[in-house]
Structures are given as C-alpha cells and as structure tokens.
C-alpha cells in the first residue's frame, strides 16, 4: 500500500511535523510505502526523515511569497496564488493520472487543497493535518479577493472533500471540514543531552547563549557583528537556514545544515541547547521552544492571518517577548532578552504525542479502506 503525503513548500514548519507523522506511521505501519510531493528542500527531509521514502519534488500550492522570514511581498503572493490555482483543475487531472499507477490508498495533505481533489478523484480516504488553512490566509490577504474572487471558494470546496481534518492547535479555518478531530502538538523533542550538543557544535559551555532561527527564508541582511549581546558575553548560534556566512564575528557560532546529517544530532537538539531562541512566529519553532522549554524572543513577521491567532496563545506555553524589527534588525537585543529571562514561567502545558496520534489516525484509514 501506498500513503502519499502533499506538503506545503512554504517554509519549513509543515514538512518538519510531517517527518514527525511518517516516522510515527512507519513504526506502527512498515508495510506501507510512503511518496512525498513537495517544493520543500529534499535536504531538509534527507536529514531529518529516517525512514524508507520517496521524493516526488514540486509545488503542489501556492503559499506567501518572502524576500525574507520577516517580510513578505503581497503583489507577489496574490500572482503566484492566481497563476497556480487558475490551472487546478489541470493540476489535479495530471496527479490523478500519475498516482494512478501507484496503488494509493492514502492520502495526506499539510496542507495543499491538491491533496484531497486528487484522493476524490482516486476514491481513497484522505487526512488533513494542519493548524490553518490556505483558503482561511487567502480570505484576508491583501489584493487577492479583488483579484480572483473565485480563488477562496474553490480552495475551500477542495477542503470539503477530506475525509478528515486532524487539528493542530493554535488553529484557523477548520470549519471548512466535515470532520474534524483535535490532536496535540505534533513537536520536533530533543533527544541529546544540551551539554553533550553544545560540545558538538562548539557553542562554549560558561557562557548564555541565543539561537538564531529563522526558517527557510533567513534574515539576509541582518549584521551579526552589531549584536549588543555579544559585548555582554553571550554567545549567538546560527545556521545557514538563518543567516549566511559571509564573515563570522567574533562571539558567533556557525552550524552548517549539513551538521546534522549522519551526526546523531538534530536541529531540535540545539534549541534545546540555548538559553533563548530569537525568531518569528511560526507553529515548527514554536513547537521546538514548548517541548524544550526554552523561551523565545520574536519579531513580527508582516500581514500573515496565522501571526495574531500564534502570539495570542503562545504566552499561555512558553515564555515570550516581541522585538520590534529595527531593534532586532539594529542589533539592539539584550534589553529584551533581560526583560524575557526575568518573567514568570508561562501557565499552562501541552500535549506533545500529535504525531503519534495522527499516525494512529492515518492507520485506521487505511484499515477503514482497505477492510470496505
């Protein structure tokens, strides 16, 4: 049997909870073979997907056009949406002819609309596991309902056709499903040992440290070397997920993506590692910092729905702080750093097995299926 998961390329946070599903559905399911269509990097999934897979690359959404994490170019996204979405119908015949001759009997869609045209077509079951929905984004972004007033409509009709909707928390537009079934945060844990993590990289043990986390999109004109921390003897760890590598200040540690690949330590295990993540709101790191506990100081991130419905329920979870973009762009952190590290632990905890829950629910799909 064949379960097909449609990721969204947009950033990194969709694939990284799917890598954490497929890992939990292969364990209860290794008879299953499992495709993954996406945009989003085959290096992110060569290094973090631990299981038997294969990678059918390309976009199977539109999403929000970046410069940057922290930015966003509305024209761009309202033209990338329209392009895509004005062949659907064409899009969903050419997957639907190809999966054809695969034996699909799942599937998943984090969260492509694609997805769960193509699983009607098929006549297989189909999950959405998600915490937001495109045609909930759309519905308030600048220019596009004026440009294409036939764009939320349609994706929300190819919602309709998901068997079931598992709902992350933190969510939006999940009333667009005819079922809907609340699961726990699916988080990336950490596994090592901080101690054992910061010897890895090289991030020294006698001194604060922050990381650097921000996406797949970066922060490309951020100068490094201006962070007032670094004077007041922190230490600051990025990759080059966040930053590039043009020159390394002193007080700044560098981890290369490729150090996680074949080293036994993962991305989660350095948010672990730190004392503070500096970012942008979004469900991956957000996840990261809760089951790590690790407190967060962010930045906004431009006129994205998700952002209002993230900072108003994150501050319940983990310890949170804005910096407004001059100052984190300026260099300007360690006011707001001391600010954060002296409030209270946040209230409230969360559940972190979504994804072995999700897995569960994928698997009684396919025996639903399978058995009919």
Request: hydrophobic share 45%; net charge negative.
């Amino acid at each position: 049997m064949t379960a097909v998961f449609f990721i969204s390329g947009h950033g990194f946070g969709h694939a990284s909870r799917e890598v954490e599903v497929i890992k939990a559905l292969a364990k209860i399911r290794p008879d299953i073979r499992i495709v993954v269509r996406s945009a989003v990097s085959p290096a992110l999934l060569a290094r973090t997907l631990t299981v038997p897979y294969e990678l059918r690359p390309g976009a199977c959404d539109a999403a929000i056009a970046q410069p940057s994490s922290i930015t966003q170019d509305d024209e761009a996204t309202v033209r990338e949406a329209v392009g895509f979405y004005r062949e659907f119908d064409a899009r969903v015949e050419a997957e639907t002819r190809i999966l054809g001759q695969d034996g699909v009997a799942l599937i998943v869609g984090d969260i492509p609309p694609l997805a769960f045209e193509v699983a009607r077509r098929l006549g297989v079951p189909s999950a959405a596991i998600a915490n937001f929905t495109w045609d909930w984004i759309f519905e308030t972004h600048p220019g596009l309902t004026e440009a294409a007033p036939w764009l939320v409509p349609r994706l929300r009709a190819a919602y309709r056709q998901a068997t079931l909707a598992l709902e992350l928390p933190f969510p939006g537009g999940f009333e667009v499903f005819p079922v809907v079934r609340r699961i726990p945060l699916v988080a990336r844990r950490h596994t090592r040992d901080p101690v054992d993590t910061r010897q890895r990289f090289g991030v020294p043990a006698s001194r604060p440290a922050a990381l650097l986390s921000f996406g797949g999109y970066g922060l490309p004109n951020l100068d490094l070397a201006a962070v007032d921390m670094l004077k007041a003897g922190w230490t600051v760890v990025t990759t080059d997920r966040s930053s590039g590598r043009a020159a390394t200040p002193p007080g700044v540690v560098f981890v290369p993506e490729t150090d996680f690949i074949d080293t036994g330590f993962r991305y989660e295990d350095l948010v672990a590692a730190v004392d503070v993540v500096v970012t942008k709101p979004g469900y991956g790191i957000i996840s990261e910092c809760i089951s790590a506990a690790r407190p967060m100081l962010y930045t906004s991130r431009g006129q994205f729905r998700e952002y209002e419905v993230l900072v108003n329920e994150m501050p319940k979870y983990i310890r949170c702080r804005l910096i407004e973009q001059p100052a984190l762009m300026s260099g300007a952190w360690q006011e707001s750093i001391d600010a954060l590290l002296a409030q209270p632990p946040a209230p409230d905890t969360l559940a972190l097995d979504g994804a072995e829950i999700a897995a569960r629910a994928i698997s009684d799909l396919l025996d639903a299926s399978t058995s009919g």
